[in-house]
C-alpha cells in the first residue's frame, strides 16, 4: 500500500470506523499521545486566531494560516484558491 491515495482511503475508513466505535462507547478516555496529538492542533489554530498581525478586514491572512495548520495535520479541506 505504497500509493498515497489508497493509504488516504483507507485511513479515512479506519477514521469514520474508530469514531463510530468511540461514539457508540461513550467515548472513553483516550491515550494522552492522541489527547496531545488533538489539542496541539486546537491550540495552533487559536493561535492563528488570537494572532493581530493576521488581521485584515476579509481575514485573508487567518483563513491562509488556518488552511496551512490544517495541511500541516493532514487535515483535509474544502478550500479552493480564487487567484
Known sequence: MNDSTVKQIYAKALD?????YL???GYPP???TVET???ETISNIKA???DKTL???DCYGQIE???EEFYQTGLDNTRHDWG
Do not use: E, F, G, M
Not at 469514520?16 to 463510530?20: E, F, I, K, P
Open 16 to 20: 469514520d470506523l474508530l469514531l463510530s
Open 23 to 25: 461514539d457508540a462507547q
Open 30 to 32: 483516550l491515550p494522552d
Open 37 to 39: 496529538r488533538a489539542l
Open 48 to 50: 492563528v486566531l488570537d
Open 55 to 57: 488581521d485584515d478586514s
Open 65 to 67: 494560516a488556518i488552511v
